[in-house]
């Protein structure tokens, strides 16, 4: 089971929670935004993940039993402590915890969050400073960048607060808008039209690298796919 939600919070884009009834896989796509994900065992053992922008699809096992929630930052918010590049691709850094659920952070113990009150404890962390959006990057994803600012800065600057290049961000974004619009039930042509693509196989090409599925297969269903 999955669900997720809106939150009216600058720096979080969404808030998700998950369990697993029974094991399963499931294609996970490429996405842009870094994530602070929080997972528990059947035991009742709990591991704080920090997880990067992902460049290629992949097959993830959910273990039954097995529950997980998080947030996925806004483009352009990190932590400083543990840049976006050292992330991508599912190179997570993971976080000490204490006895008690204590996470560690900065030198700082931090009381663990539930899926409830995880963007309250994203607040904290931004208070603390060890939260950061940059304000540019908005601006650098839609073509515009201050006076005065080369395009190899603009560039430098967008990376060190996503972990990738903008042309890259453009990319796994123009596939996930298709994605989405296959998974709704949409027709090739349209997901053709609305994701900017050339044509059929263009379409195809993109979707096997970004969801690990051909269109047909995202229409259908087969799979649940994490978008």
């Known amino acids: 089971m999955f669900d997720e939600t809106?939150?009216?919070?600058?720096?979080?884009?969404?808030?998700?929670?998950?369990?697993?009834?029974a094991t399963t896989g499931f294609a996970s796509a490429v996405k842009t935004s870094s994530?602070?994900?929080?997972a528990r065992s059947p035991e009742g053992v709990t591991s704080v993940h920090l997880r990067g922008p992902e460049q290629s699809s992949a097959v993830v096992m959910c273990e039954e039993g097995w529950e997980f929630f998080g947030v996925e930052?806004?483009?352009g918010v990190y932590l400083p402590q543990f840049p976006p590049s050292a992330l991508v691709d599912r190179q997570d850094a993971l976080l000490p915890i204490l006895p008690g659920d204590r996470i560690v952070l900065d030198n700082r113990e931090w009381e663990m969050p539930t899926a409830q009150n995880v963007d309250v404890f994203v607040s904290r962390l931004a208070r603390a400073g060890l939260l950061l959006l940059d304000p540019l990057v908005d601006d650098i994803?839609?073509?515009?960048?201050?006076?005065?600012?080369?395009?190899r800065i603009?560039?430098?600057?967008?990376?060190?607060?996503?972990?990738?290049?903008?042309?890259k961000v453009s990319s796994i974004e123009q596939a996930r808008k298709a994605a989405a619009l296959l998974a709704a039930g949409g027709s090739i042509a349209d997901a053709v039209i609305g994701g900017g693509y050339?044509?059929?196989?263009?379409?195809?090409?993109?979707?096997?690298w970004a969801t690990g599925q051909t269109p047909s297969e995202l229409r259908s269903r087969i799979s649940f796919l994490a978008l």
């Open 6 to 21: 809106a939150v009216d919070q600058p720096l979080v884009q969404r808030v998700w929670w998950s369990t697993c009834e």
């Open 154 to 167: 603009a560039q430098l600057r967008f990376r060190r607060a996503v972990g990738l290049s903008h042309r």
């Open 198 to 208: 050339y044509d059929h196989p263009h379409l195809a090409r993109a979707m096997r």
């Open 35 to 38: 994530m602070l994900a929080f």
């Open 73 to 75: 930052f806004r483009l």
């Open 141 to 151: 994803q839609h073509g515009e960048r201050p006076r005065g600012m080369s395009v």
